[in-house]
């Protein structure tokens, strides 16, 4: 009951017109940002970050956070109507939206995929809502080893549970440790890496990483593939979305099914894209219609949408409990903590209500919004999609330097923000990812202090990583996921071996 | 710290490139880039950095007219007018965003173009 109280009260910081207004400017922004390629959640917030520098944190959060929910739905519209996914996270949504869309079901398939992402969200939210400060309290004990497990943790998911392969994972994870090392060696102050360069004395901001790596590595690729956009038109209209609600209550299992799925994945640093993968793989096994998938089946976009959706938002979950982010998005948020002066962490519940609660109630508002104005305005944002491709591609990189300076009012920003650029266009050519990178350099220090300081605790021993029940089922869960590559090739050679002797 | 990580890397750059030489890769993906392909990457490249360096020029407002119409024009292939008209737009539309409304001041450069209208 607690949790309710709680939550009333941030309704009460929320609801207010100034705060209303900023929810739709950044839910708006957040779909337009979802629907370009080359801008997606995490560098649309990171460039529309310093414009909320001057306003009070609680206002700043609920406009950025929106425009996460924005970019999440957003990514939807492009997948169905153009076949080009606007987020990675909405490739799985392409392969049962565009065949409906083909089929002149556009409007029901964008209204299912609304309906799908608005359930996905608003459970992940509840589950926030009720968990998290039971998670906060728990962590209020932590200590530098506990930390440090659960920084072990988020790395070693990524390592083990990622797509790509996992030495690419570490390759791009350890380059964002150096990033994160230049400069300041925090427990003796001695400066390091920075080869006597004085532009090298202000680090690397993970900002200018994300802005580049993610905004102008991705218009390098659309320009190599040429893109020319032909898409389906959709009108909506409330007919059409009055009968696919009626159709829609049939697929409560799967959507349940998903939505599990994706709460466990975003909590985990596993993130959206694969949560909308595994939970569209699981929908067609388990579907009586499973061998129709991919020829514009509802439930094949049910199922992947209340996945994302459901990841995107519980991936807030640890950021806003234990100060750890789960993905490139939340870290951009994380950054935006530390610039309006809040510490983030596990204190933050107490120290900071007004913000906490807030940005909770504002998840809950926030998404009615966003599926208030995605049914309303789908023709709108599929026309931005129209716009050729010269003038979006200029006009987006005039929009990522301006958010590459504002971040530090440095002029070389910008000039990392072009590097980054290649740099990412390279990486995503090579099939390395970068989510870890960026990981790896928003926690980079973080996790070094962290172990630094269990160092000198323990004189040096490793085993105080083992040293409690706690630490050592976190640091085993971490290995665990570590090697899990390993350990599901000897399962399935095992079982291999099993069925050869059935046979026999 | 640094000698750990750095170590890593090139630990795993090694395991890397033992896995990419030894693999079978699918003949169509044998080819990094093509050259046409690549053209259209460094056509989008070298006109950003040029943006980037009339930034320091003459500030972010006139390099990102003066490159958004450049762009429109020559890889575009839109009529001068029209590629100017989007450029001043854009940059006229940054320019109340940031310098009226928000109050974040952005790089105006040496040469201070906008200067002669107050600014």
């Known amino acids: ?504 | 710290m640094p000698f750990y990580v750095g170590s890593i890397i090139c630990i795993g750059s090694i395991i890397n490139l033992i896995q990419a030489a030894t693999a079978s890769i699918p003949a169509g993906r044998r080819i990094f880039v093509e050259w046409g392909a690549l053209r259209r990457v460094f056509a989008v490249l070298v006109p950003a950095a040029l943006f980037v360096i009339g930034i320091h020029l003459v500030g972010i407002y006139v390099s990102a007219l003066v490159y958004i119409a450049a762009f429109m024009i020559w890889i575009g292939k839109y009529s001068w007018h029209k590629g100017l008209a989007v450029g001043f737009g854009v940059s006229f539309a940054l320019f109340l965003m940031f310098e009226v409304w928000f109050q974040v001041l952005l790089p105006k450069g040496a040469y201070n173009i906008l200067g002669y209208f107050g600014y």
């Open chain 1, 1 to 504: 009951m607690e949790g309710i109280n709680s939550l009333m009260y941030g309704f009460s910081v929320v609801l207010s017109p100034y705060n209303m207004v900023l929810m739709f400017v950044g839910v708006f922004l957040g779909i337009i940002v979802g629907v370009l390629p080359g801008l997606g959640g995490a560098n649309g917030v990171a460039i529309l970050l310093p414009l909320t520098f001057t306003m009070p944190p609680a206002s700043a959060i609920v406009m950025l956070s929106c425009i996460y929910w924005g970019a999440l739905f957003g990514g939807a519209i492009t997948s169905i109507l153009f076949n080009i996914p606007g987020e990675p996270w909405s490739v799985a949504t392409t392969f049962d939206g565009y065949p409906m869309a083909q089929q002149g079901r556009a409007g029901e398939a964008l209204t299912t995929s609304f309906t799908a992402s608005f359930f996905g969200a608003l459970c992940a939210v509840i589950m926030i809502t009720f968990i998290a400060p039971a998670v906060a309290n728990f962590a209020l004990e932590f200590g530098p080893p506990e930390f440090f497990s659960v920084y072990f943790l988020t790395f070693c998911s990524f390592i083990g549970m990622g797509k790509e392969k996992p030495f690419k994972v570490v390759v791009s994870m350890m380059i964002g440790f150096a990033l994160a090392a230049v400069v300041i060696d925090i427990v003796t102050g001695q400066l390091r890496l920075t080869f006597g360069f004085t532009e090298l004395l202000r680090g690397f901001s993970f900002l200018i990483a994300v802005i580049g790596l993610f905004g102008i590595g991705e218009i390098l690729l659309s320009m190599e593939e040429g893109l020319s956009f032909t898409g389906k038109t959709a009108r909506i209209n409330p007919k059409v979305v009055l009968e696919t609600w009626r159709k829609l209550p049939r697929f409560w299992g799967t959507a349940l099914r998903s939505m599990v799925i994706g709460c466990w994945l975003g909590v985990t640093p596993g993130g959206a894209t694969p949560a909308s993968f595994m939970a569209y793989g699981v929908a067609k096994r388990i579907s009586p219609d499973g061998a129709k998938f991919g020829t514009g089946q509802m439930e094949g976009v049910v199922a992947p949408e209340v996945a994302n959706n459901a990841a995107g938002t519980s991936a807030l979950l640890p950021m806003i409990a234990l100060g750890i982010p789960g993905s490139p998005t939340a870290a951009v948020l994380l950054g935006g903590l530390l610039i309006w002066g809040l510490q983030p962490g596990p204190l933050l519940f107490k120290e900071q209500p007004d913000f906490v609660w807030g940005l909770i109630a504002s998840m809950y508002l926030g998404n009615i919004a966003t599926l208030i104005l995605v049914l309303t305005c789908v023709p709108l944002f599929a026309a931005i999609l129209r716009i050729p491709f010269s003038i979006i591609a200029p006009v987006i990189i005039v929009i990522c330097a301006v958010g590459a300076y504002t971040v530090n009012n440095a002029q070389s920003d910008i000039w990392y923000m072009l590097v980054f650029g290649v740099v990412g266009y390279v990486f995503k050519k090579l099939d390395y990812p970068l989510a870890p990178l960026v990981l790896a350099l928003v926690l980079g220090d973080m996790a070094e202090s962290a172990f630094r300081q269990s160092m000198l605790i323990a004189a040096g021993d490793l085993r105080i990583f083992f040293s409690n029940w706690l630490v050592g089922s976190i640091t085993g869960l971490a290995l665990f996921a570590l090697f899990w590559p390993l350990i599901a090739r000897l399962i399935a050679r095992l079982r291999a071996s099993r069925s050869e002797q059935a046979a026999l």
